[in-house]
């Protein structure tokens, strides 16, 4: 059992590991409890977030628009400011100054051809209007390459989000256009193939306003259509219209909530719809998600140390600055800090 102040540690205490491994010069083969968002280019991932954060602070255009993963850290706070893990102890306070970090970074490794690489850009948003949860924004799914992109694109894309959806602790939020037609999204078809019982996938539609008149998706919302253990959220994001035009996020949440309410489809069902209803389903989930995983993930901590302070071992003449040391001691760090007891971590109650 877990007290409600060491269940509210428990993203919290996945976010350090996150942090810390992203600091290592040697990848670590940890299975972390995470939510990888994923979907085709057009599905509404971009605003699904920016929605939860209540900013417009994601790169936009044509084409492949997110193409390194983006770990976002949403913590719960007084103040509202970003940061980054690769710009040491800098506050923004100005989002578009986020965006265009995002897309500096992006570039610093990827270049500006439209190139992809799974090297993570780890962003953490402080906020008063956010709970605490964290997303690993995937590029979204594409088959057509732009500009100098390689003619494998789609493969180098779909390869990326592999590596995370077939691990069996991370979440699959699979978002899809519902005027499309849902039995061959993208993303519930990648989900269907890696998490067949679905059981790790909660499903996302977007774009329900655009659906053509005199039809609804209310059967793939009440879980009776494309079943999936976890169920489905609706939500309606801001047209491009609407981003062009300068619309605010909260004059968007407000009319979403108008839209569930007003609809004859899905009126009955409005408390549970909406992004807000959303953003609480996710923290809720990845929580309890991650309680399930801590006794794993505890002993996996100690795999890994174990095997770092044998490769440690082997080199008779090694330095206090050779990586392998300097591993070995942050994993130290990290297991003494995430799991020791203390008012900060989570109490048996």
Do not use: W
Request: aromatic share 6%; charged share 25%.
């Amino acid at each position: 059992m877990y007290g409600n102040s060491g269940m509210e540690q428990l993203i919290p205490l996945v976010n350090k590991l996150q942090d810390a491994f992203a600091s290592l010069s040697i990848p670590l083969n940890l299975d972390l409890p995470q939510i990888a968002v994923v979907g085709s280019q057009s599905a509404g991932k971009s605003s699904v977030l920016e929605n939860f954060v209540g900013r417009d602070f994601l790169p936009r255009g044509s084409g492949i628009v997110t193409r390194r993963p983006l770990i976002l850290q949403l913590v719960t706070d007084k103040v509202e400011y970003g940061e980054f893990i690769h710009c040491k102890n800098k506050r923004f306070t100005d989002f578009d100054d986020i965006r265009k970090e995002i897309e500096a970074e992006t570039d610093r490794v990827t270049g500006t051809n439209k190139g992809i690489s799974n090297i993570p850009i780890n962003l953490r948003i402080h906020s008063p209007h956010v709970l605490n949860l964290t997303l690993i924004d995937l590029p979204g799914m594409t088959k057509v390459p732009v500009g100098d992109q390689p003619p494998d694109i789609e493969i180098q894309i779909r390869k990326m989000i592999i590596e995370f959806v077939e691990k069996d602790n991370c979440l699959i939020l699979a978002v899809t256009p519902a005027n499309t037609d849902l039995a061959n999204s993208d993303a519930l078809k990648l989900a269907k193939e890696y998490d067949p019982q679905g059981l790790r996938t909660i499903g996302v539609l977007t774009k329900l306003d655009l659906m053509d008149e005199g039809t609804d998706a209310k059967e793939v919302l009440e879980n009776r259509l494309l079943p999936l253990r976890r169920g489905y959220v609706g939500v309606v994001n801001r047209s491009q219209r609407d981003i062009d035009g300068r619309k605010d996020i909260a004059s968007a949440l407000a009319a979403e909530r108008r839209f569930f309410l007003a609809h004859p489809g899905y009126h009955h069902m409005a408390d549970r719809m909406g992004t807000p209803y959303l953003q609480r389903v996710l923290n809720q989930q990845l929580t309890n998600h991650i309680r399930e995983s801590l006794p794993n993930l505890r002993n996996q901590l100690q795999s890994q140390l174990i095997m770092l302070e044998k490769d440690v071992n082997d080199f008779r003449n090694y330095k206090p600055d050779d990586p392998t040391y300097k591993t070995s001691a942050l994993l130290r760090s990290v297991l003494f800090h995430a799991f020791a007891p203390s008012s900060n971590t989570i109490d048996p109650c």
